[in-house]
């Protein structure tokens, strides 16, 4: 009990090294707190993100288009599959595609593009295609082909609104086609990629002239995307198509996203290690002001045990005294960053040719403060642990003989 | 009876060039109540006696029996424990914990025999009282005299009622008022409660107050005088 009592005063022997050694605890969790909350809050949005205007939760395939990309290779069981997803209640939307790799081609420019057959009313409902529409109108009758296109497709090819460009591709024969078509919208998404290739026509118009009947792809959108796993196991096990969730079918971005997090710890850790040693330091000149004070305690009866313990209690209130304004200073950080949001239109650029937005919204789930608490306490335990047992390391009789 | 008895005691510091002999065969016997002295020329072997005798510092060669018990072999920690329960320091400076108050410096030691709060408290207040300085119960160490802080470790040195309490050069840094008023209070409680003393010290006044006076010169006793 009196070793609490001394081990505390001990923290405030020398005020000004401590507050120093307080300061850095505050502004080392201060900034780890919005650090993670500011990158969380980047890729939380660029996931929704993806999901919602690119891949959706699920995709279904047949095995061989994932190999060739070639149209031909349709999915057998589309049929059964659509209506075993329309009696799914975790199943929010699915869209059936009909995905062919071909060109754009303007007369001034031709583009790498990926055309995709849609159910108009379908593909609305999962991707909520009409909501980024910057341009025009979603698939207005017309006459000819109504398609849309990507507002950085369009700039490629240097075409506008109401423009005809030709799209070219192979058909069931492996002739070429080619058919021309008239953009009635524009669309931007936050990736800049999607937009550059990702051209949008009705389903049976490119059917029709690729001479293939059938789809090629199934995009499913959940409730819940905790759902995932669960929903691709069932449809798995009753089917030959290949079944992947987003993971799985946007590849990148869960790399990107593994990386990050490993990128994250380790930040993370260098940070702490780096107040740790700070710590571990201003101990150690701690232990070494306080020899003859150590001896004297060793020679009145103080055992190595309670000498240990008050150096480790004396550590460990010098980096946790700090700790709680740190964690609060972080929650203000996040609460307020994502209040007002952060603009990156500065850098806006290359992110959002990567699918991030440009505006940040900062935001930690409460378990991560928690795991945060955890590891202070745990790096505090550890950096105590050095001072303390040198503390041990000293003889009585020497000690003493400095007095 | 013999509280402390040493036996062809010899500590051999082997220093960088020369080995230094610097206690040389000591036999030495003290009883409980006595007075004693520990004088002698510097480098005598003073601080290295009272070291080893109070389970400091390991002897070279020969036995130390402290209360009955052979410390020689002790391990460090039982050693520890031992001087918590059998001996009392009062060292030159630095006797004190900081951040301690007078009174929690007192009852620090009580609190490491797992004494009650209340006889800690009791026994803390009478000694700081034995001392003269009750009315100082509240202050640290900082806030205190010189003297009024070597009066403090006294209190301190007798709160675990040891069997001896073991001063080495405890006036050294006091002046002659506080060094006089010190010697008055070791003396008192010496007479009074039976508390066995063995200091050393260079102040020839100090020596005048002790009882026994033994001299050491080169690690040998050369002389051993008590007074009637
Ligand atoms: N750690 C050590 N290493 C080497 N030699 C030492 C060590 N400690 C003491 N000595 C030597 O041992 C001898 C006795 O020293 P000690 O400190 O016991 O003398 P002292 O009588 O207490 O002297 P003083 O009156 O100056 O305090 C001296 O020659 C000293 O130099
Ligand atoms: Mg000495």
Redesign the pocket.
């Known amino acids: 009990m009196m070793l609490v009592q001394i081990a505390w005063r001990n923290v405030w022997r020398n005020r000004g090294r401590s507050l120093v050694v307080m300061m850095a605890m505050v502004v080392g969790i201060s900034s780890v707190i919005f650090l993670m909350a500011f990158s969380w809050g980047m890729y939380d949005y660029r996931i929704k993100e993806a999901i919602e205007k690119e891949s959706s939760h699920i995709q279904i395939h047949n095995p061989k288009y994932k190999e060739f990309m070639e149209a031909k290779f349709t999915i057998a069981d589309a049929n059964q599959l659509d209506q075993k997803l329309g009696k799914d209640s975790r199943v929010k939307a699915v869209s059936n595609r009909f995905v062919v790799m071909g060109m754009a081609l303007s007369s001034r420019s031709n583009v790498p593009a990926r055309i995709i057959g849609v159910d108009t009313l379908e593909e609305n409902k999962t991707t909520d295609l009409s909501g980024s529409l910057t341009e025009g109108e979603y698939f207005t009758g017309t006459k000819g082909i109504p398609v849309l296109v990507g507002e950085k497709l369009a700039k490629d090819l240097k075409l506008g609104l109401k423009k005809k460009p030709v799209l070219q591709f192979q058909d069931a024969n492996g002739d070429m086609t080619a058919i021309k078509v008239k953009i009635v919208g524009l669309y931007k998404t936050n990736n800049s990629m999607f937009d550059g290739m990702n051209v949008f026509i009705p389903k049976e118009a490119l059917q029709n002239a690729a001479k293939i009947k059938g789809v090629n792809e199934i995009a499913i959108l959940l409730n819940d995307a905790r759902d995932v796993d669960d929903v691709k196991t069932e449809l798995q096990s009753g089917t030959k198509s290949m079944v992947e969730t987003w993971k799985e079918s946007i590849p990148e971005l869960a790399i990107a996203i593994d990386t990050f997090d490993k990128t994250m710890f380790i930040i993370v850790l260098i940070l702490f290690l780096a107040v740790a040693i700070g710590i571990i330091n201003t101990m150690l000149m701690a232990v070494l002001e306080r020899v003859r004070e150590i001896g004297m305690l060793m020679a009145v009866g103080m055992n190595k045990d309670k000498v240990f313990s008050m150096f480790m209690l004396e550590t460990i209130f010098l980096s946790l005294a700090g700790a709680p304004i740190g964690i609060f200073l972080g929650w203000a950080l996040v609460a307020w960053g994502n209040h007002s949001g952060i603009n990156l239109s500065m850098y806006g650029e290359g992110l959002s040719s990567m699918g991030f937005s440009n505006m940040v919204y900062p935001s930690l789930p409460v378990k991560d403060y928690f795991i945060l608490t955890g590891e202070i306490i745990v790096i505090s335990i550890l950096a105590a642990l050095v001072p303390a047992y040198r503390s041990l390391r000293l003889n009585p009789a020497?000690a003493i003989?400095k007095i | 009876m013999s509280v402390i008895k040493t036996h062809q005691l010899s500590k051999i510091?082997n220093?960088s060039a020369v080995a230094?002999h610097?206690l040389n065969k000591v036999d030495l016997h003290i009883e409980e109540g006595e007075f004693t002295a520990i004088v002698?020329?510097?480098?005598?072997?003073?601080?290295?006696?009272l070291n080893i005798i109070g389970g400091l510092d390991n002897a070279t060669s020969g036995d130390v029996e402290v209360a009955g018990k052979d410390i020689t072999r002790m391990s460090e920690n039982d050693l520890i424990d031992f001087r918590l329960h059998n001996i009392g320091f009062v060292f030159q400076a630095y006797n004190l914990i900081p951040v301690l108050t007078a009174q929690e410096n007192v009852e620090f030691i009580m609190l490491m025999q797992k004494r009650d709060k209340k006889e800690r408290h009791e026994r803390a207040m009478s000694l700081l009282k034995a001392v003269g300085l009750e009315s100082q119960a509240d202050k640290r160490p900082s806030q205190m005299s010189g003297g009024q802080q070597q009066r403090v470790a006294v209190a301190r040195a007798l709160a675990s009622r040891p069997r001896f309490v073991l001063a080495d050069?405890p006036t050294a840094n006091l002046d002659s008022v506080s060094t006089s008023n010190l010697l008055d209070i070791m003396a008192r409680l010496n007479q009074e409660e039976g508390t066995t003393f063995v200091f050393?010290t260079?102040d020839q006044r100090v020596i005048d107050r002790a009882r026994r006076v033994i001299t050491?010169e080169d690690g040998h006793i050369v002389s051993d005088e008590t007074k009637a």
């Open positions: 020497t003989r | 510091y220093g230094v610097a002698g020329p510097s480098g005598s072997g003073k601080t290295t006696l050069e050393s260079h050491l």
